[in-house]
T-cell receptor
Framework: DGGITQSPKYLFRKEGQNVTLSCEQN?????MYWYRQDPGQGLRLIYY???????QKGDIAEGYSVSREKKESFPLTVTSAQKNPTAFYLC???????????FGQGTRLTVV | KQEVTQIPAALSVPEGENLVLNCSFT??????LQWFRQDPGKGLTSLLL?????REQTSGRLNASLDKSSGRSTLYIAASQPGDSATYLC???????????FGKGTTLSVSS
């Protein structure tokens, strides 16, 4: 059953904590992406990766970090430097950086 | 910088009506354009992908057109149903190897 799995579905973070959102795909896709969605806003790009061990900053990378050590995994860490992290986070992948993109079901992060 | 606009932000129609959702982009030099559907609290579902060399794509009751020169795409939904109620997002890829840039979406409500 191929697809993109994001976990957890809901995540609560205390002030000053770092948290890591998981994104795994078994589609053998090379490219992976992280977006943030806020109410009334479109999706905004945080980071993307075209191949293993390489990634690029998107429009709102400050306060976030990523790694791409394996083709199937692209975890996103929300650091304490991100001042307003409460949002819906979406991970996507595509077979290459030019083809149709597919999304996971998202992780809703709330700061408590 | 590429910007994507979707008008209207919200649309309500009775069941059975044919409707058109609009997407415009500021830089006509795009690589491809993709339409998505998003249900509340869920991830994005890919509907149609149009390459820059194509004029339209069809899937079931959905037809997406692309006019690069005018920076516009439309998503036509035939014989709308209550199950079509969702937010529809348009996204463009400016060059191969870059990430999708999203509009804010049109929220569609189809009443029975």
């Amino acid at each position: 059953d191929g697809g993109i799995t994001q976990s957890p579905k809901y995540l609560f973070r205390k002030e000053g904590q770092n948290v890591t959102l998981s994104c795994e795909q078994n589609l053998n896709h090379d490219a992976m992406y992280w977006y943030r969605q806020d109410p009334g806003q479109g999706l905004r790009l945080i980071y993307y990766s075209q191949i293993v061990n390489d990634f690029q900053k998107g429009d709102i990378a400050e306060g976030y970090s990523v790694s791409r050590e394996k083709k199937e995994s692209f975890p996103l860490t929300v650091t304490s430097a991100q001042k307003n992290p409460t949002a819906f986070y979406l991970c996507a992948s595509s077979i290459s950086g030019s083809r149709e993109a597919f999304f996971g079901q998202g992780t809703r992060l709330t700061v408590v | 910088k590429q910007e994507v606009t979707q008008i209207p932000a919200a649309l309500s129609v009775p069941e059975g009506e044919n409707l058109v959702l609009n997407c415009s982009f500021t830089d006509s030099a795009i690589y491809n354009l993709q339409w998505f559907r998003q249900d509340p609290g869920k991830g994005l579902t890919s509907l149609l992908l149009i390459q820059s060399s194509q004029r339209e794509q069809t899937s079931g009751r959905l037809n997406a057109s692309l006019d690069k020169s005018s920076g516009r795409s439309t998503l036509y939904i035939a014989a709308s149903q209550p199950g079509d109620s969702a937010t529809y997002l348009c996204a463009v890829r400016s060059q191969a190897g870059t990430a999708l840039i999203f509009g804010k979406g049109t929220t569609l409500s189809v009443s029975s």
